[in-house]
C-alpha cells in the first residue's frame, strides 16, 4: 500500500501513461473502481444504443430486407443483455461504490479487495459476452452471437434449437458478471452496516445510501436464482441433463419461474438506484428537506418485499389459471402503493420550494414526469385482461423504456450532473446538459410513445419484419426518427464530458450547496475520503454546520 | 366487502357504454385490440377501456401536480442568497392520505380484474363448443379437429358464431396464440396442454402472428382465421375430410413421382400419398389462401417460387430448396395445384 500514492493523480499532471494504467488496474479504492464501473457502463450504453438503433433501422419499412432475420435477433438479444447486465448494473454500482462510502463518512468500502475482483469479474463477463462474436462462428448455421433474447426462454436455448456456442457465452457471461454483482451486494451490505461514522444512525442514512442498501440485499436475493438457472441450462447443454430439455421431459415453464424470480426484482435492482439520484437531487435544488424520510425508507424496503412475489406477471400468457393469475395481479398492483408514495413524497419536496433549474434538476424533473407515465402503463399491464392482449407486443416496449429509459437514463444523468464535480473537480457545462435534456426528452417520446399505439395495434416484440396492411409503419417510421435526437444527445454528452474534465469550471467542495457528507471533503476527494472522520447529528450534517441556528437534530431529523 | 363488489360492478358496467366509441374505426388495423370481433376479446376490451380511464386520470392529476410545482416552486427574484424556503420535514396525516387513496383504487381494480379474469379463463371446454387441436412448429401451426378427422395447416376455418375451444400444444419450442381480434394470446409450450376458447361474431378472415420469440423465422409466423357460416362450415369439412385428389393430366401423375421419389414425402403429409410430420399437411394445400404460413398468398406462381428457393421468401424457415429442374418444378406445381 505505502507505494500508492496517498491522493489521486492532480488534473493535468503529465505521467507516462503506463503509469498511469498500473495505477487504475491495480487500484482497490472504491471511487476509482466506481469511476471505472461508470465508465465501462456508459461504453456499453453507446454499443447497446447502436444496436438498438440498427433495429430502429430495420423497422423503419414493412418488409425491410436492410438487416436479416439472423442478424436481427442477436441485435433484440444483445441489446437487452448489454442493456441490464453490462449498462445498467455497472453504472449504478459504480455510483454506489463511489458514493457509499462518501455519504456514511467511511474511508472505503469494508472489503477492498473484493470491491476491485467484483469490477474485473464483471469486465471479464462483458468481454466474454461480447467474445461470442469472434469465438461462436465455426459451426454450420450455428449463430454468431446469442440470438434467444434476453429472457433466454427454455428450450429454445437447448441444443437441438440453439446450436453452436453463443448460448453458452451468453450463460458464462452473464454469470460471471453475476458473481461480481453479488461481491459488490455483500460489499455494499457490510460497508453501510458496519462502517458507518459516529452519529450516522440507519434512520440518518442519506436516502441514497438506503436505496443502496436494499438493493444489494435484492441482488444477494434474485441473482443466485439465475445463476443456478445457469448452471442447470449449462448442464443440460454440455453434460446431457435435461432440466429445461423438453424433448426428454425437461420443464419449459420452470426456466421462466426461475428467470423471473430473478427478473423481476432485476427491474427494482435497476430502478431503485435512480430513485436514490432523485431522492438527492431534487431536494438540493429545490431547498428543502426530502418530505417525509421515514416513509420514504418504510416505502423503500415495502417494495424490496412486494418486488420478490410478483414474478409471475411475466407470465400471464402462461396459462398458470385463475387463481394463480389473480393471485400476482394483486401483489403486482400492491408495488404500486409505496411506488406511489414516493413519487408524492418527491412532489411534496418539490412544493414551495425555490427550485434551482440545474441540468441535474432538469433532468430529475423529466424522470419524475416519464416514470409516472410508465408506472401508470404499468398498473394497466398488471391487469391480467388488458396483459393477456398486451404482453409481448411493442406497448410493453413502450412502457419498460418509459421507466427504464425514461425514467432510470434521466435519472442517471440527473446523478452524473450532480456528483461529476465531485468525481473529477470540474463542473460539466450547464449549457450543453440543457441541450442534451430537451434532444433526450423529445428523443424518448418519439421513439417510445408510438410504440404503445404500434402493440395496440398487434405489433409483437421481436419481430425482424412486418406486414404492410397492419397500419404499422407510420408508428414505426415515427420512432425511428426519435432514435436520431437521442444519438445527438448522447453524442453532445459525450462532448461534454471531455471538454469538461480539460476545462470546465472548478467545482470547490460543494458546488451544489448541498447537505450530505460527499460534499464535506475536496473535489476529487483525498485516497482515504476524510482528513477526520466525520461525526454527524442529524440526516443533513451539513444543512447543521451552514446553519447552527436552525438544526435538523433540533426536529429529531 | 358486498359493497364494494356492486361498486366494482357498478364500474364495469358504466364501461360498457364507452366501449362503443370507435377510437380506431377498422380498417386503420385489421389486428387492432380495440376492434374486438367476439366476446373473448370484448370482455377484455371492457376492462381495458376502464383501465385506460382510471389510469389517464391519476397520470392527469400526478402530472399537474408536477406541473403547479414546478411552475409555483421558481425561485422568487430578489431574494437574499442565503434565504432557504421553509423547511417541511413531513406530515403524517397528508402522507397517510397518499397512502389509503392509492389502497383503495388499488383493490377496487383488482376486484374488477379478478372478476374479468373469472369470466373469460375458462379451464374446461364449453358445451357446444368445437374441439381444435393448435400445435406449433417453428413456424408454422397446425389445426387438428378430433371430433371431424380434419388435419390442416396455418389456417383456421371455424364455424360463425360458436365458441371455438383451443387445445394449444407445441412440437418443439414455446410459441403463442394470438388474433388480437377474437381474443388475448395464450401461450404455447412443450410438454403442456394450455387452453384458450374464442368466438367470431361475423364472417371474415381475422390475422394475428406468433407472439412468443420462438426462432430465426418468428416474424414470419402468422395466423388467419375464416370464420364462415354453418353451411360453408359444413361442406369445407366434408372436403378437407375426403382423400386427397389423384392427379388429373399426365404432368401432374409426374408432379406426384417427384413428390413420393424425392424430400418432399418425407416432411409432408398428402392423404394416401405420404405421411411425413415435419412440414404442414398438403392433403387440400389448394384450398388455402396462402403459403408458408401466412408469407405469400397462394397462386401457381407462388407455388413455384416457394418451392424452388423458400428461404428467398421466409428467411431461415425449415423447409429447404430441393434444387429440382425446371420440369419437374412444373410437374410438381401442377400436383400441388390439384390438391383442392
Same mark, same amino acid.
Given at each position: 500500500?505505502?507505494?500508492?500514492?496517498?491522493?489521486?493523480?492532480?488534473?493535468?499532471?503529465?505521467?507516462?501513461?503506463?503509469?498511469?494504467?498500473?495505477?487504475?488496474?491495480?487500484?482497490?479504492?472504491?471511487?476509482?473502481?466506481?469511476?471505472?464501473?461508470?465508465?465501462?457502463?456508459?461504453?456499453?450504453?453507446?454499443?447497446?444504443?447502436?444496436?438498438?438503433?440498427?433495429?430502429?433501422?430495420?423497422?423503419?419499412?414493412?418488409?425491410?430486407?436492410?438487416?436479416?432475420?439472423?442478424?436481427?435477433?442477436?441485435?433484440?438479444?444483445?441489446?437487452?443483455?448489454?442493456?441490464?447486465?453490462?449498462?445498467?448494473?455497472?453504472?449504478?454500482?459504480?455510483?454506489?461504490?463511489?458514493?457509499?462510502?462518501?455519504?456514511?463518512?467511511?474511508?472505503?468500502?469494508?472489503?477492498?479487495?473484493?470491491?476491485?475482483?467484483?469490477?474485473?469479474?464483471?469486465?471479464?463477463?462483458?468481454?466474454?459476452?461480447?467474445?461470442?462474436?469472434?469465438?461462436?462462428?465455426?459451426?454450420?448455421?450455428?449463430?454468431?452471437?446469442?440470438?434467444?433474447?434476453?429472457?433466454?426462454?427454455?428450450?429454445?436455448?437447448?441444443?437441438?434449437?440453439?446450436?453452436?456456442?453463443?448460448?453458452?457465452?451468453?450463460?458464462?457471461?452473464?454469470?460471471?458478471?453475476?458473481?461480481?454483482?453479488?461481491?459488490?451486494?455483500?460489499?455494499?451490505?457490510?460497508?453501510?452496516?458496519?462502517?458507518?461514522?459516529?452519529?450516522?444512525?440507519?434512520?440518518?442514512?442519506?436516502?441514497?445510501?438506503?436505496?443502496?442498501?436494499?438493493?444489494?440485499?435484492?441482488?444477494?436475493?434474485?441473482?443466485?436464482?439465475?445463476?443456478?438457472?445457469?448452471?442447470?441450462?449449462?448442464?443440460?447443454?454440455?453434460?446431457?441433463?435435461?432440466?429445461?430439455?423438453?424433448?426428454?421431459?425437461?420443464?419449459?415453464?420452470?426456466?421462466?419461474?426461475?428467470?423471473?424470480?430473478?427478473?423481476?426484482?432485476?427491474?427494482?435492482?435497476?430502478?431503485?438506484?435512480?430513485?436514490?439520484?432523485?431522492?438527492?437531487?431534487?431536494?438540493?435544488?429545490?431547498?428543502?428537506?426530502?418530505?417525509?424520510?421515514?416513509?420514504?425508507?418504510?416505502?423503500?424496503?415495502?417494495?424490496?418485499?412486494?418486488?420478490?412475489?410478483?414474478?409471475?406477471?411475466?407470465?400471464?400468457?402462461?396459462?398458470?389459471?385463475?387463481?394463480?393469475?389473480?393471485?400476482?395481479?394483486?401483489?403486482?398492483?400492491?408495488?404500486?402503493?409505496?411506488?406511489?408514495?414516493?413519487?408524492?413524497?418527491?412532489?411534496?419536496?418539490?412544493?414551495?420550494?425555490?427550485?434551482?433549474?440545474?441540468?441535474?434538476?432538469?433532468?430529475?424533473?423529466?424522470?419524475?414526469?416519464?416514470?409516472?407515465?410508465?408506472?401508470?402503463?404499468?398498473?394497466?399491464?398488471?391487469?391480467?385482461?388488458?396483459?393477456?392482449?398486451?404482453?409481448?407486443?411493442?406497448?410493453?416496449?413502450?412502457?419498460?423504456?418509459?421507466?427504464?429509459?425514461?425514467?432510470?437514463?434521466?435519472?442517471?444523468?440527473?446523478?452524473?450532473?450532480?456528483?461529476?464535480?465531485?468525481?473529477?473537480?470540474?463542473?460539466?457545462?450547464?449549457?450543453?446538459?440543457?441541450?442534451?435534456?430537451?434532444?433526450?426528452?423529445?428523443?424518448?417520446?418519439?421513439?417510445?410513445?408510438?410504440?404503445?399505439?404500434?402493440?395496440?395495434?398487434?405489433?409483437?416484440?421481436?419481430?425482424?419484419?412486418?406486414?404492410?396492411?397492419?397500419?404499422?409503419?407510420?408508428?414505426?417510421?415515427?420512432?425511428?426518427?426519435?432514435?436520431?435526437?437521442?444519438?445527438?444527445?448522447?453524442?453532445?454528452?459525450?462532448?461534454?464530458?471531455? $471538454?469538461?474534465?480539460?476545462?470546465?469550471?472548478?467545482?470547490?467542495?460543494?458546488?451544489?450547496?448541498?447537505?450530505?457528507?460527499?460534499?464535506?471533503?475536496?473535489?476529487?476527494?483525498?485516497?482515504?475520503?476524510?482528513?477526520?472522520?466525520?461525526?454527524?447529528?442529524?440526516?443533513?450534517?451539513?444543512?447543521?454546520?451552514?446553519?447552527?441556528?436552525?438544526?435538523?437534530?433540533?426536529?429529531?431529523? | 366487502?358486498?359493497?364494494?363488489?356492486?361498486?366494482?360492478?357498478?364500474?364495469?358496467?358504466?364501461?360498457?357504454?364507452?366501449?362503443?366509441?370507435?377510437?380506431?374505426?377498422?380498417?386503420?388495423?385489421?389486428?387492432?385490440?380495440?376492434?374486438?370481433?367476439?366476446?373473448?376479446?370484448?370482455?377484455?376490451?371492457?376492462?381495458?377501456?376502464?383501465?385506460?380511464?382510471?389510469?389517464?386520470?391519476?397520470?392527469?392529476?400526478?402530472?399537474?401536480?408536477?406541473?403547479?410545482?414546478?411552475?409555483?416552486?421558481?425561485?422568487?427574484?430578489?431574494?437574499?442568497?442565503?434565504?432557504?424556503?421553509?423547511?417541511?420535514?413531513?406530515?403524517?396525516?397528508?402522507?397517510?392520505?397518499?397512502?389509503?387513496?392509492?389502497?383503495?383504487?388499488?383493490?377496487?381494480? $383488482?376486484?374488477?380484474?379478478?372478476?374479468?379474469?373469472?369470466?373469460?379463463?375458462?379451464?374446461?371446454?364449453?358445451?357446444?363448443?368445437?374441439?381444435?387441436?393448435?400445435?406449433?412448429?417453428?413456424?408454422?401451426?397446425?389445426?387438428?379437429?378430433?371430433?371431424?378427422?380434419?388435419? $390442416?395447416?396455418?389456417?383456421?376455418?371455424?364455424?360463425?358464431?360458436?365458441?371455438?375451444?383451443?387445445?394449444?400444444?407445441?412440437?418443439?419450442?414455446?410459441?403463442?396464440?394470438?388474433?388480437?381480434?377474437?381474443?388475448?394470446?395464450?401461450?404455447?409450450?412443450?410438454?403442456?396442454? $394450455?387452453?384458450?376458447?374464442?368466438?367470431?361474431?361475423?364472417?371474415?378472415?381475422?390475422?394475428?402472428?406468433?407472439?412468443?420469440?420462438?426462432?430465426?423465422?418468428?416474424?414470419?409466423?402468422?395466423?388467419?382465421?375464416?370464420?364462415?357460416?354453418?353451411?360453408?362450415?359444413?361442406?369445407?369439412?366434408?372436403?378437407?375430410?375426403?382423400?386427397?385428389?389423384?392427379?388429373?393430366?399426365?404432368?401432374?401423375?409426374?408432379?406426384?413421382?417427384?413428390?413420393?421419389?424425392?424430400?418432399?414425402?418425407?416432411?409432408?403429409?398428402?392423404?394416401?400419398?405420404?405421411?411425413?410430420?415435419?412440414?404442414?399437411?398438403?392433403?387440400?394445400?389448394?384450398?388455402?389462401?396462402?403459403?408458408?404460413?401466412?408469407?405469400?398468398?397462394?397462386?401457381?406462381?407462388?407455388?413455384?417460387?416457394?418451392?424452388?428457393?423458400?428461404?428467398?421468401?421466409?428467411?431461415?424457415?425449415?423447409?429447404?430448396?430441393?434444387?429440382?429442374?425446371?420440369?419437374?418444378?412444373?410437374?410438381?406445381?401442377?400436383?400441388?395445384?390439384?390438391?383442392?
Amino acid at each position: 500500500m505505502t507505494s500508492l500514492p496517498a491522493t489521486p493523480h492532480r488534473l493535468g499532471e503529465r505521467r507516462p501513461w503506463t503509469a498511469v494504467v498500473h495505477e487504475w488496474a491495480t487500484t482497490v479504492d472504491h471511487k476509482r473502481l466506481g469511476i471505472m464501473y461508470v465508465v465501462t457502463g456508459m461504453i456499453f450504453l453507446v454499443v447497446a444504443g447502436l444496436e438498438g438503433s440498427a433495429m430502429r433501422a430495420q423497422l423503419t419499412f414493412a418488409e425491410n430486407k436492410l438487416i436479416s432475420p439472423e442478424v436481427f435477433n442477436q441485435l433484440f438479444t444483445m441489446h437487452g443483455t448489454t442493456m441490464v447486465f453490462l449498462m445498467g448494473m455497472p453504472v449504478l454500482l459504480g455510483m454506489a461504490n463511489f458514493l457509499v462510502p462518501l455519504q456514511i463518512g467511511a474511508r472505503d468500502m469494508a472489503f477492498p479487495r473484493l470491491n476491485a475482483f467484483g469490477f474485473w469479474l464483471f469486465l471479464l463477463g462483458s468481454i466474454l459476452l461480447y467474445f461470442s462474436y469472434l469465438g461462436a462462428p465455426g459451426l454450420d448455421g450455428a449463430a454468431a452471437a446469442p440470438d434467444v433474447g434476453w429472457f433466454a426462454y427454455a428450450p429454445l436455448t437447448e441444443r437441438p434449437f440453439s446450436r453452436g456456442n453463443s448460448t453458452d457465452y451468453w450463460i458464462l457471461g452473464i454469470m460471471v458478471g453475476g458473481f461480481g454483482s453479488m461481491t459488490t451486494a455483500i460489499n455494499l451490505i457490510a460497508t453501510t452496516l458496519c462502517m458507518r461514522c459516529p452519529g450516522m444512525t440507519l434512520m440518518r442514512m442519506p436516502l441514497l445510501t438506503w436505496m443502496m442498501l436494499v438493493v444489494a440485499i435484492l441482488i444477494l436475493t434474485a441473482i443466485p436464482v439465475l445463476t443456478a438457472a445457469q448452471v442447470m441450462l449449462l448442464f443440460d447443454r454440455s453434460l446431457g441433463a435435461h432440466f429445461f430439455d423438453t424433448q426428454n421431459g425437461g420443464d419449459a415453464v420452470f426456466w421462466q419461474h426461475l428467470f423471473w424470480f430473478f427478473g423481476h426484482p432485476e427491474v427494482y435492482i435497476l430502478i431503485l438506484p435512480g430513485f436514490g439520484f432523485i431522492s438527492e437531487v431534487i431536494p438540493v435544488f429545490s431547498r428543502k428537506v426530502i418530505f417525509g424520510y421515514p416513509l420514504m425508507v418504510a416505502a423503500t424496503v415495502a417494495i424490496m418485499f412486494i418486488s420478490l412475489g410478483v414474478w409471475a406477471h411475466h407470465m400471464f400468457v402462461v396459462g398458470l389459471g385463475p387463481f394463480l393469475n389473480s393471485l400476482f395481479a394483486a401483489t403486482t398492483f400492491l408495488v404500486s402503493i409505496p411506488t406511489g408514495i414516493k413519487v408524492f413524497n418527491w412532489l411534496a419536496t418539490l412544493w414551495g420550494g425555490h427550485i434551482r433549474f440545474t441540468a441535474s434538476m432538469m433532468f430529475a424533473l423529466g424522470f419524475l414526469a416519464m416514470f409516472v407515465l410508465g408506472g401508470l402503463t404499468g398498473i394497466m399491464l398488471a391487469v391480467v385482461p388488458f396483459d393477456w392482449q398486451l404482453s409481448d407486443t411493442y406497448f410493453v416496449v413502450g412502457h419498460f423504456h418509459y421507466v427504464l429509459i425514461g425514467g432510470l437514463l434521466n435519472a442517471i444523468f440527473a446523478g452524473l450532473f450532480f456528483w461529476f464535480p465531485k468525481a473529477t473537480g470540474r463542473l460539466l457545462s450547464e449549457t450543453l446538459g440543457k441541450w442534451s435534456f430537451w434532444l433526450l426528452q423529445i428523443g424518448f417520446t418519439l421513439t417510445f410513445g408510438p410504440m404503445h399505439i404500434s402493440g395496440i395495434l398487434g405489433m409483437p416484440r421481436r419481430i425482424a419484419y412486418y406486414e404492410p396492411d397492419r397500419g404499422w409503419e407510420i408508428w414505426n417510421q415515427i420512432s425511428s426518427f426519435g432514435v436520431i435526437f437521442q444519438i445527438l444527445a448522447v453524442a453532445l454528452f459525450a462532448w461534454n464530458v471531455i $471538454t469538461s474534465l480539460r476545462s470546465g469550471r472548478r467545482a470547490g467542495n460543494d458546488p451544489w450547496d448541498a447537505w450530505t457528507l460527499e460534499w464535506a471533503t475536496t473535489s476529487p476527494p483525498p485516497e482515504h475520503n476524510f482528513d477526520t472522520i466525520p461525526v454527524v447529528g442529524s440526516r443533513r450534517p451539513l444543512w447543521d454546520s451552514k446553519h447552527p441556528e436552525d438544526p435538523d437534530s433540533s426536529y429529531g431529523a | 366487502m358486498v359493497g364494494v363488489c356492486a361498486v366494482s360492478h357498478l364500474m364495469l358496467l358504466a364501461t360498457v357504454s364507452i366501449d362503443n366509441l370507435e377510437v380506431c374505426t377498422p380498417g386503420v388495423s385489421p389486428t387492432s385490440i380495440f376492434h374486438p370481433a367476439g366476446p373473448a376479446a370484448t370482455h377484455l376490451n371492457d376492462v381495458i377501456w376502464l383501465v385506460v380511464g382510471v389510469t389517464a386520470a391519476i397520470g392527469v392529476v400526478v402530472l399537474t401536480l408536477l406541473g403547479v410545482a414546478i411552475v409555483k416552486g421558481r425561485r422568487p427574484a430578489g431574494l437574499s442568497p442565503g434565504a432557504e424556503p421553509t423547511q417541511v420535514f413531513g406530515s403524517n396525516q397528508v402522507e397517510l392520505a397518499w397512502t389509503v387513496v392509492p389502497t383503495v383504487i388499488v383493490f377496487l381494480l $383488482t376486484l374488477v380484474t379478478v372478476r374479468v379474469i373469472r369470466d373469460v379463463d375458462l379451464t374446461e371446454m364449453p358445451d357446444g363448443a368445437l374441439r381444435v387441436q393448435v400445435i406449433g412448429h417453428q413456424w408454422w401451426w397446425e389445426y387438428r379437429y378430433p371430433e371431424l378427422g380434419i388435419v $390442416t395447416a396455418n389456417e383456421l376455418v371455424v364455424p360463425v358464431g360458436r365458441k371455438i375451444w383451443l387445445e394449444l400444444e407445441s412440437a418443439d419450442v414455446s410459441h403463442s396464440w394470438w388474433v388480437p381480434r377474437l381474443a388475448g394470446k395464450r401461450d404455447v409450450i412443450p410438454n403442456y396442454q $394450455t387452453n384458450t376458447w374464442f368466438q367470431a361474431d361475423a364472417t371474415g378472415t381475422y390475422l394475428g402472428q406468433c407472439a412468443e420469440y420462438c426462432g430465426t423465422a418468428h416474424a414470419g409466423m402468422l395466423l388467419r382465421v375464416d370464420a364462415i357460416d354453418a353451411a360453408a362450415f359444413e361442406a369445407w369439412s366434408t372436403a378437407q375430410r375426403s382423400t386427397a385428389a389423384d392427379p388429373s393430366s399426365a404432368v401432374a401423375m409426374r408432379g406426384r413421382a417427384v413428390f413420393e421419389s424425392l424430400a418432399c414425402a418425407s416432411c409432408h403429409t398428402v392423404s394416401g400419398v405420404s405421411d411425413g410430420l415435419f412440414g404442414p399437411d398438403l392433403s387440400h394445400v389448394a384450398s388455402r389462401a396462402t403459403l408458408g404460413s401466412g408469407a405469400i398468398d397462394f397462386s401457381e406462381d407462388n407455388v413455384r417460387r416457394w418451392i424452388d428457393n423458400p428461404q428467398a421468401i421466409k428467411p431461415g424457415c425449415n423447409m429447404p430448396s430441393l434444387g429440382l429442374t425446371p420440369d419437374e418444378l412444373t410437374a410438381v406445381v401442377a400436383y400441388l395445384m390439384g390438391l383442392r
